[in-house]
C-alpha cells in the first residue's frame, strides 16, 4: 500500500512510542572513531549544543541512524565523548537521520530534534548545532534606552529594537521613543552584540537609524543615519529590507502596500544587504484545522543596494504542495522540478509549553515516496513521555531553489561548508522558496496517524485563498523568520 511522506512518518512515530530499546532489532553502537586501518569512504558529522551567548558544550546524547532501503534502522550510531558520529559504507549515498536533543525541557521532555536527508551523499557533514536558552554560563544584563531622532524632534515615531535576547516594551513619544526591559547577553569577558533600532514616521514618510555598539553602556541614542528608499519591483507582494551585521539581521524595513517605501541605512558594519518580497496567504475556514497558510518568498542577498530588484514570486499555489501530502501515486513531483533544488518536510509536535519534537526532512522534488514506516526511533521516544504532553501538530511541506545550486545532490554537498556570511556569494545571493503549513490542536501521538488524513481530506482544493494583510507587529515577520530557519 502506497503511503505519502507524512502519514508514514506519522506510523513511524506511533510504531516507535509503542516500542522499547530492549524490543528494537536495531544495532545501536557507540563507536571509538579512532582506527589504524586504512578507512573506507564514510559520513561523520558532530554535534555541539549552543547557550544564548555563544557558549558550545558537546551533546553527547545526539545520535547518527543509518537506514536500510526499506527506511528501517540499519545501525544507530550514538556520539562518543566528543560529540562525533560516523559510518563506513561502500555506497555512493546512504538515507539518514541525525538525532539532536534540546537542552531546555519542555512539559519535563528534553526536545527532539530530527533531521532526515534521503540519499545523502557520503561526505563528512560538519557540525550541527542545538540552540538553548541557557544564560547559566553568560553574562546577562537589563537596560532601557531612549532614542531621540533630531529631525523629527515635534513628531512621534514608530520604534523598532534589533539584535538583542528581548525587550519587554516600546514607548514612542513626541520627540522620541523609550525601549524598555532590553536583555542581552554575552560571553564572560566579552562586550555584549551590538543592537540596532529604527524609527519610522508619517507625514512625511521617513526612517532614521541608530546603530549601538554596547548597550550596557548606553541609556540614551540619537537616531541620525536617514533611510534611504529602496526599489523592489515585485507586484501584489510585500517587502522587507534588511543589513546582515555580526551573524543577524538588523534594520528590517518593512512595506506592506504598494505606496510605503522600504529603507537600506548607510551603516558601515554592514555586511550585505537582503532585499525580500513575499506574499502570506491564509486558507480560511477549514474544519479541525487551526491555521494553514502558503508562503512565497524570493530573496537577493548583496553588497550594492543601489540599484532596482526585480523579485518575482514562485507560482506554486497550495493545492499542489498538498497533493504531496495526500498523494496516493507512490510517487511525487512538484512543478518547476528541474529549477528547484529540494523539497523539504517538516514536523512539529508541542505542548502549550513549546515544541517537543521537530523533524525535518530533505528531499530530492520529484522521485518515489519513501515508505518509511519501518524507521525505529524506540530507542529515543515512549509515549509515556509524549503522549501526555502533545496536543499541537504542525505540518508543512515546500519546495526551495538558490541560484547557484544546480540539485539536490549540489545543495547538500554545498551546504556543509557555508556559513550565514556566505548567503552573499553568487552560490547563494538568490533564493526562492514556497512552503505550505497546517496547524491542528487536540493530536497526541496516539491519535496522529487517524487524525491527519481526515483533517487534510477537509482542504477544499477550491477554495480561494485569502490574502493575509500583515502589519508591522502582528507577528507575520517573526513566523517567516521561523520558517526560514527550519531549512537552510
Known sequence: MNRNIIYATLVVLLAACGGSSENSDTEVTQKDNTSNNTPRASISVKALNVDACGNTSIATDAALIIHNNDYSNKEVILADANGSMSYETDNNTETISVLLRGVDEVSGVKPFDIRTYIDHPIIDLGTVYTSSGDTSLCNCFQNTLSVNVPDRPADTGDAELFG??????????????????????????????????????????????????????????????????????SPDSYRQVSAFIDDNHHLISFAFDASSNVYSYPVEQAEFYSIAAYSFEDIYEIPDIDRAYILRYSNIATTNINQTFDLPLLPINYVELLEVLTSETGSYAISYAGELDFMNVSISASSYMGSILDWYIYAPTSGQVPNIENLDLSAFISDVDLDANIDTLSIAVGARDYIGISDYDDFL?????????????????????????????????????????????????????????????????????KELALFH
Request: charged share 25%; with cysteine; proline share 4%.
Open 164 to 233: 538583542a535576547q528581548r525587550h519587554s516594551n516600546i514607548l514612542n513619544y513626541v520627540g522620541y521613543s523609550e525601549i524598555e526591559g532590553i536583555e542581552q547577553c554575552s560571553k564572560v569577558g566579552e562586550k555584549p552584540p551590538l543592537v540596532t533600532t529604527i524609527i519610522d514616521f508619517i507625514n512625511p514618510a521617513e526612517s532614521y537609524a541608530a546603530v549601538i555598539e554596547n548597550i550596557q553602556q548606553a541609556s540614551s541614542v540619537s537616531a541620525e543615519l536617514r533611510g534611504q528608499p529602496v526599489n523592489i519591483v
Open 413 to 481: 554537498r554545498s551546504k556543509v561548508t557555508r556559513d550565514a556570511g556566505d548567503f552573499a556569494n553568487d552560490k547563494w545571493s538568490k533564493m526562492d522558496w514556497a512552503n505550505f503549513r497546517v496547524t491542528m490542536s487536540g493530536v497526541g501521538i496516539s491519535s496522529m496517524a487517524k487524525a491527519l488524513p481526515v483533517r487534510l481530506a477537509n482542504i477544499d482544493k477550491k477554495r480561494e485563498n485569502t490574502k493575509h494583510k500583515p502589519t508591522k507587529n502582528d507577528g507575520t515577520s517573526e513566523l517567516i523568520k
